[in-house]
């Protein structure tokens, strides 16, 4: 079993940045990729940005390449989402969730283990 539990999560303009933080507790954090997905209210999930189980591959989705950074400390069990040049339409509850699998997962499904959620909200 693995334990997420996200922070970071707030209020900010447009252009302005966050990171939000994942600790993960149970399994040895090298043992699981990693990822955040968001879902907006109406929307259907997406897949903000997945870490490999070695951390030394990341996919992004498009909507985010270029603004938004996913990295790991595997000292502290914690993965990071930097997001810069926050638009209105970032605004989601972001969650980050986990898996087994060694390669960074590139689908929602593949995630077997969620944290509880933390809300994001970009003002224009």
């Known amino acids: 079993q693995v334990q997420l539990v996200e922070s970071g999560g707030g209020l900010v303009q447009a252009g302005g940045s966050l990171r939000l933080s994942c600790a993960a507790a149970?399994?040895?954090?090298?043992?699981?990729?990693m990822g955040w997905v968001r879902q907006a209210p109406g929307k259907e999930r997406e897949l903000v940005a997945a870490?490999?189980?070695?951390?030394?591959?990341?996919r992004y989705a498009d909507s985010v390449k270029g603004r938004f950074t996913l990295s790991g400390d595997n000292a502290k069990n914690t993965v990071y989402l930097q997001m810069n040049s926050l638009k209105p339409e970032d605004t989601a509850v972001y969650y980050c969730?986990?898996?087994?699998?060694?390669?960074?997962?590139?689908?929602?499904?593949?995630?077997?283990?969620w944290g509880q959620g933390t809300q994001v909200t970009v003002s224009s």
């Open positions: 870490i490999s189980w070695s951390g030394g591959s990341t």
């Open positions: 149970g399994r040895t954090f090298s043992s699981v990729a």
């Open positions: 969730a986990a898996t087994t699998t060694r390669q960074a997962p590139n689908a929602i499904p593949i995630f077997g283990f």
